[in-house]
């Protein structure tokens, strides 16, 4: 039986009814959809979250007090608890070969009121580094300035979604020069930060930054750093830095085992990254179970069809059709089926996918595996649920279908 004759029977066989072969397709449609609109919106994530870490610039270590366990975050180690890393640390990091620059960091959240507004946010006292560690430019202004973190100064930089709070009717050069209050201590604002977006789960937007000595001495009244972001030098220097810094720290705090940890932007890209694979993989098996119910509709549908047509299969074989054309016959209709399934289910999928991106939730990515995919796993069932039916239709008896009423 010639390739075009199977297909001039498939088409007529499905357009016979047409009603019963589009709602056979509803459940491989939904499935196909559901799989790629799922795993769009996984990799979409993934690739904003990627994307927001390394804005904070790939060569970048974080230092942090307390040990980070998996599961359990950042807990005390039983040496010095969560207040382990101090000023005289952050020479001691500086000296390490490879090391470009090191942003000590205090940071603790407070009221801030402004001119009748007022907003609850984190305040970080910082040094002049912070800005190239950070990789943050200002918009307006000037940032923390050697002579503000010698003087104890009362100057701030605000972020930009801070300094819209705070003055939602100043443009950010107008904002420069104007007062906030914060713990009850007044500061002059110097700067606003250019919009940075979210980097991880905070930003620089919503933040505000005064000098770190003042941090220090007058707001949180503490002597210990929340944290020191380390700039390395080379990308390729990561792992050997990141090695000496743990060495030098062990060693100035006279300890065997780390009161501190020690994370690159890679660890925690890598993390983030299993997390969502996991999640998508998760989503994308649950849509799944759709295929297999629209595999088991089109097995019942072939079943049906089979029976339908015994006397016309009795009638093939009466007049030489071989086992082999009868069941490539059928087997091609439940192939097709989930073909046509898939292809639209593919439209389908990506129609939403587009709807997601366009709300602005995420910005959804639809990867050519995920289309290959899905027309793979389209056709391996119309093969696997058809084959009963097609191998069914083939072993009946030509003299019984012929006499079946």
Do not use: C
């Not at 007022?118 to 990789?135: K, L, Q």
């Not at 200002?138 to 819209?164: D, M």
């Amino acid at each position: 039986m010639k390739i075009t004759d199977i297909l001039n029977e498939t088409y007529s066989a499905l357009s016979a009814n047409k009603a019963r072969s589009s709602l056979t397709m509803l459940g491989i449609v939904i499935g196909i959809a559901s799989v790629i609109a799922m795993v769009s919106i996984g990799n979409g994530a993934k690739a904003s979250i990627q994307s927001s870490i390394e804005s904070l610039g790939s060569n970048l270590l974080t230092i942090l007090p307390g040990v980070v366990q998996p599961g359990r975050g950042i807990v005390s180690s039983g040496r010095g608890g969560a207040q382990t890393l101090k000023n005289e640390d952050v020479d001691v990091v500086r000296a390490i070969d490879g090391v470009e620059a090191v942003s000590p960091e205090s940071s603790s959240r407070f009221q801030i009121v402004a001119s009748g507004n007022n907003t609850n946010t984190t305040v970080t006292g910082a040094v002049p580094d912070y800005m190239n560690v950070r990789n943050i430019s200002i918009a307006n202004g000037s940032f923390i300035s050697e002579a503000n973190q010698r003087g104890l100064g009362r100057q701030a930089v605000l972020g930009a979604t801070v300094a819209k709070d705070l003055f939602p009717d100043l443009s950010s050069e107008d904002i420069l020069g104007k007062t906030i209050r914060i713990n009850k201590v007044n500061f002059n604002v110097i700067g606003v930060l250019a919009t940075k977006g979210g980097a991880g789960f905070s930003g620089p937007d919503d933040m505000v930054f005064v000098p770190l000595s003042t941090m220090q001495k007058i707001l949180s009244g503490a002597d210990y750093l929340s944290m020191m972001a380390v700039s390395v030098t080379d990308k390729n220097q990561m792992a050997m830095v990141k090695e000496l810094a743990n060495i030098a720290l062990l060693n100035k705090h006279d300890v065997d085992e780390a009161d501190f940890s020690i994370i690159s932007q890679e660890d925690i890209l890598g993390t983030l990254t299993t997390v969502i694979d996991t999640f998508t993989l998760f989503l994308a098996a649950i849509a799944s179970i759709s295929l297999l119910v629209g595999g088991i509709g089109i097995m019942n549908m072939m079943l049906t069809t089979v029976t339908e047509r015994t006397k016309e299969i009795g009638l093939r074989k009466a007049i030489g059709a071989k086992r082999r054309d009868i069941s490539s016959q059928f087997l091609a209709e439940a192939v097709m089926l989930t073909f046509i399934g898939g292809f639209i289910g593919i439209v389908l999928g990506w129609l939403i996918s587009f709807i997601v991106t366009s709300t602005g939730i995420v910005a959804t990515e639809v990867t050519l595996f995920s289309v290959i995919l899905a027309f793979g796993v389209s056709t391996l069932i119309g093969i696997v649920f058809g084959y009963y039916p097609a191998r069914r239709a083939a072993m009946l008896n030509p003299i019984d279908a012929l006499r079946y009423e």
